[in-house]
Structure formats: structure tokens, C-alpha cells
């Protein structure tokens, strides 16, 4: 599969990040797949937000699970991200990947299907 993030590239604190990820090449819903947001803040290491099974259950790390909000249109083969309240250590790289295990990994390698990235960036 291939995986493109498409989002604003730039957002204001306290605003609400919406970004996509369009999948091709292998269907969301394929059984055993977890579909996962990732970031990695300049400098820092990449952090995993969450992921959307295929079954469409949704998982979040306990430390973004207040602000975060995965989805996924089907009919679109697409999957979402929302995280609200930003500020400006939200600055990062955004990724999309998918493997099919629901184990969470924060390597690149661990994944199968891992998208370009997204660079967003939270000022004012």
C-alpha cells in the first residue's frame, strides 16, 4: 500500500489540527491491519499517537488520548486525525503507517506502509 498525509502545514495555538491520510494499493478494513498517526517533533524522537483497526477500534496513547481523534471513511479508503488545543510543541512531522500487528512500535522499520509525512507547524 501507499499512504499520502495531506493537512494545513500551518495552524494556530489553540486551534484544531485536521489531517489525512489517503491509502492505495490495500483497504483500510484488510483483516489484521492497524492503521497508526505518528509524529516526530524537530529533533526529537518519532511518538506514536494512536492507531484505527481494521475492524475500526481505535486505540490512543494515554499521553495525546485527551486532545487526539482517529477516524476513517471507508468508502474513501482514508483515515483521519484530530487533535485539538494545539500549541506550539505540537510542531512535528506527521506520519501514517500500517502493520499488521496491533503491538505499538515507534520505529520506522516496524512498520510495512509508512506515508511521506506532513510537516505542521503551530504559530502564531
Known amino acids: 500500500a501507499q499512504l499520502q498525509e495531506s493537512g494545513p502545514g500551518l495552524v494556530k495555538p489553540s486551534q484544531t489540527l485536521s489531517l489525512t491520510c489517503a491509502v492505495s494499493?490495500?483497504?483500510?478494513?484488510?483483516?489484521?491491519?492497524?492503521w497508526s498517526w505518528i509524529r516526530q517533533p524537530p529533533g526529537e524522537d518519532l511518538e506514536w499517537l494512536g492507531y484505527?483497526?481494521?475492524?475500526?477500534?481505535?486505540y490512543y496513547s494515554p499521553v495525546f488520548s485527551s486532545r487526539v481523534t482517529i477516524s476513517r471513511d471507508n468508502a474513501k479508503n482514508a483515515m483521519y486525525l484530530q487533535m485539538n488545543s494545539l500549541k506550539p510543541e505540537d510542531t512535528a512531522v506527521y506520519y501514517c503507517a500500517g502493520r499488521a500487528t496491533a503491538v505499538v512500535r515507534t520505529t520506522k522499520d516496524d512498520y510495512e506502509y509508512w506515508g511521506q509525512g506532513t510537516q505542521v507547524t503551530v504559530s502564531s
Open positions: 484505527i483497526a481494521y475492524s475500526g477500534s481505535v
Open positions: 494499493g490495500d483497504s483500510i478494513t484488510s483483516p489484521g491491519y492497524y
